[in-house]
């Protein structure tokens, strides 16, 4: 059984079904129900894509000693993640209470799900309002990303001043310090190296991808193929569908 996926099918799977659910119509990975391929590898996590969401996602696995592999079909690890403004909307800070500001997650969900016009996931945008400080304090405290102390601004469809920039104004900023976070456990992205198809047992559990290592964006059928077990999990975090135009239209 083949399903055509692409990248916006960045979320957690654990089944054909809830990959289905994301599949549109370019055929950039595809899902494969099948039997044991023959494994070249294996691991107990894979992580696909390189930016703020993989790996967070592979830090966090890391720590509870999982054996992790990224995998980033790019030249560079990083994404949209690493180019970004470096605004984080984070309700409580410091920042605000210095200068009186009153804020709670309860009111940036408010905020966010009228800018959103009612369309947004609400159980999603209750976790991204709650664990926003927590997500901040910990970017600042573990990692040792510097945000400025001085800049509080007040962003569209925010009912109050509450983005966080970062001190260089970039994405680069917090990649960097994942990267290093995560290097310092001993993970290091595997760039050029593309998933195709993740596959699925016959009971509908993902276990594992196909890949091409040494894949060139631009050179589509470029690199060379292997197969990759996950023995516990797949975690989709290949980013956005803007470039997705089939989709967008
Ligand atoms: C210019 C710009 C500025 C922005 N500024 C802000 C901001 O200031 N604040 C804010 O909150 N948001 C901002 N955003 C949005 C924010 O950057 C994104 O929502 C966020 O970076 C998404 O992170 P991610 O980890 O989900 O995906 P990404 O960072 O896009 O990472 C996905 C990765 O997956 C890889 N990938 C895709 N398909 C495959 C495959 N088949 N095999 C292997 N790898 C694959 C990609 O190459 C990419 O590296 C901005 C976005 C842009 C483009």
């Known amino acids: 059984m083949t399903i055509s996926m692409n990248r916006r099918t960045l979320a957690k799977v654990g089944t ?12 950039q990975a595809q899902v494969k129900k099948t039997q044991s391929p023959n494994w070249d590898e294996e691991t107990d996590i894979i992580v696909v894509g390189s930016g703020f969401a993989g790996l967070a996602a592979a830090y966090e696995a890391k720590k509870r000693n999982a054996d992790v592999i990224v995998l980033e079909k790019m030249p560079t690890a990083g994404g949209n993640s690493i180019i970004n403004g470096g605004i984080m909307a984070v309700p409580g800070t410091e920042i605000q209470k210095s200068k009186g500001i009153k804020d709670s997650p309860e009111l940036m969900m408010k905020d966010t799900i009228k800018a959103g016009l009612g369309l947004n996931h609400p159980d999603k945008v ?12 910990m970017l ?3 990692l040792g990303v510097k945000f400025s102390d001085k800049i509080l601004k007040h962003e569209g469809g925010h009912s109050v001043p509450r983005s966080m920039y ?11 310090k994942q990267l290093a976070a995560l290097e310092k456990l001993g993970v290091k992205p595997r760039i050029r190296t593309i998933v195709d198809k993740i596959f699925v ?18 050179k589509e059928n470029s690199g060379k ?10 975690i989709l975090a290949n980013g956005g569908f803007s470039a ?6």
């Open 16 to 27: 054909l079904g809830a990959l289905s659910a994301f599949f549109g119509t370019t055929v």
């Open 126 to 137: 209750k976790a991204m309002c709650e664990e926003a400080y927590p997500a901040y304090r």
């Open 140 to 142: 600042v405290d573990e």
């Open 166 to 176: 970062t001190i260089n104004g970039r994405g680069s900023e917090i990649v960097t």
């Open 201 to 218: 047992d016959p009971e509908g559990r993902v276990i594992g991808v196909a890949v091409r290592q040494n894949y060139r964006f631009g």
């Open 225 to 234: 193929p292997k197969n990759i077990k996950a023995r516990k999990a797949v």
């Open 244 to 249: 997705d135009v089939a989709y967008r239209s």
